[in-house]
């Protein structure tokens, strides 16, 4: 494929949408026309091995026979980042394209599919003093002491950052002390350029409807055996410190096992986290200029026309 069919349907959206599935859909009706489709995923909690419940990754049945890239690659105590993923993924991208193919990127990680788009920003490297004095406090006080400083200096990036992600704030305020600007205004700077042509579709639902399918999603989670899930990696050394360990849902059944939450209110945490996440997926995907938004369940026949135009325009078209 040539530079100027370098080309790349994203799918993103709030969890819960139906990304997966509809990528699917999306690849067998390319494949129906002879065009090799691969999923590649775009989800920072799919990448952990041993981590499928609580992450909701597909099958192999229920994959249907779609290649997909970039799951399960490391295990829940390795460290996996943005830059990584967005190295992997470039790879797998120009394995697609050397077959005429096209790469459908699938998943909810606003961060990640920007830093794939358009690369980082050059940040300063990181200061060990200051990392260390912020980690005390988050250690000693909790991050979301550390999330309120960050509101104050930098109220975009405290909207987009869960104020338990202690990895990301204390990123973000180590990049105010060393260059006095917010990370939001790093990112705003940034030359908003890319080496491809893409189709980026952004689902979404009715919030009433997105709520209820979402809170459907835990509670199927938990029959499917999540809690087990949970306790089987902690029988294998991967605690709740770890980072992979603190994403939603893992956290609050760790801190269930540990006794220090009810099941019934872990669920409940659960349940409202993921809501909360879900509109932050919203607020970095509204900054997104290139995003298209669609109703997954009225317009799924506009998707595949969408994709099916774009696979074939040109580019002066």
Do not use: C
């Not at 370098?6 to 690849?27: F, N, Q």
């Not at 290649?67 to 690659?73: G, Q, T």
């Not at 990036?157 to 990895?167: E, F, G, L, N, Y």
Request: no cysteine; proline share 3%.
């Amino acid at each position: 494929m040539s530079a100027e069919q370098k080309k790349l349907v994203i799918i993103s959206g709030p969890t819960a949408t139906g990304k997966s599935e509809l990528a699917i859909g999306l690849a067998l009706r390319f494949k129906s026309q002879g065009i090799t489709a691969e999923v590649i995923n775009a989800d920072s909690a799919q990448v952990y091995r041993f981590m499928d419940i609580g992450t909701d990754k597909l099958s192999l049945e229920e994959r249907k026979g779609v290649a997909h890239h970039l799951i399960d690659v490391v295990n829940p105590d390795e460290h996996f980042d943005a830059m990584i993923f967005r190295n992997l993924a470039l790879k797998e991208i120009e394995k697609i394209h050397q077959k005429n193919g096209i790469p459908i990127l699938v998943g909810g990680t606003g961060f990640w599919l920007k830093v794939l788009i358009y690369g980082l920003f050059p940040g300063p490297a990181r200061s060990q003093e200051i990392r260390q004095s912020l980690e005390k406090i988050a250690s000693e006080k909790g991050s979301e002491i550390l999330h309120q400083q960050l509101q104050k200096i930098d109220p975009v990036s405290a909207q987009r950052i869960h104020p338990r992600d202690a990895h990301r704030i204390i990123r973000a305020l180590e990049v105010f002390e060393l260059t006095a600007k917010p990370l939001s205004a790093h990112f705003q700077n940034q030359a908003q350029k890319t080496e491809f042509q893409i189709l980026y579709l952004a689902l979404n639902l009715d919030r009433n409807l997105l709520y209820e399918k979402i809170n459907h999603r835990v509670e199927q989670m938990l029959k499917k055996g999540f809690l087990e899930e949970v306790k089987k990696l902690r029988e294998m050394g991967y605690g709740a410190l770890l980072p992979s360990q603190k994403i939603i849902g893992y956290r609050q059944l760790h801190e269930h096992l540990e006794g220090k939450l009810t099941l019934e209110k872990a669920a409940h945490e659960v349940k409202k986290q993921t809501r909360h996440y879900a509109r932050r997926q919203l607020i970095w995907l509204r900054a997104e200029p290139m995003v298209n938004w669609i109703d997954p369940i009225q317009e799924k026949d506009k998707i595949f026309d969408l994709a099916e135009k774009f696979y074939r325009k040109k580019k002066n078209d």
